[in-house]
């Protein structure tokens, strides 16, 4: 980890900065990106699929998500570059680089 930068005059920090930082040293991408995708999924995947599929984790641009079935999996990997374009639309350019998806259960409680 690098040192971490003072300001002049030892003025606050924001904690957005330090966090923002440490996030950026350990791959993540920035905190609101995430956040946006997760609220904005079913507009980004539409309403069939996003019943289907679930956002687990952004880091290092990899968004991983999670799939109830193996068929929903095929169909987010066939639109793979169609959802790149719209994830850098919302989130920026190159926040998300690649979309990883498995086929795993939903946790408990979750409801379609």
Do not use: C, K
């Not at 440490?22 to 997760?38: H, N, V």
């Not at 019943?51 to 991983?64: D, E, K, N, T």
């Not at 795993?104 to 409680?109: H, K, M, N």
Request: charged share 30%; no cysteine; glycine share 8%.
């Amino acid at each position: 980890m690098s040192p971490r930068r003072r300001r002049a005059n030892d003025e606050p920090v924001p904690v957005s900065e330090p966090l923002a930082e440490l996030g950026s040293e350990l791959g993540l991408a920035p905190p609101d990106a995430f956040a946006a995708i997760r609220e904005r999924w079913s507009e980004i995947v539409g309403d069939e699929i996003g019943a289907h599929a679930r956002a687990r984790s952004l880091r290092s641009g990899v968004l991983r998500v999670t799939v109830d079935e193996a068929a929903w999996a095929t169909q987010l990997r066939y639109l793979a570059g169609e959802l790149l374009d719209r994830f850098d639309a919302i989130v920026g350019a190159g926040v998300v680089t690649q979309v990883r998806v498995t086929v795993g259960s939903r946790e408990p409680g979750e409801t379609r």
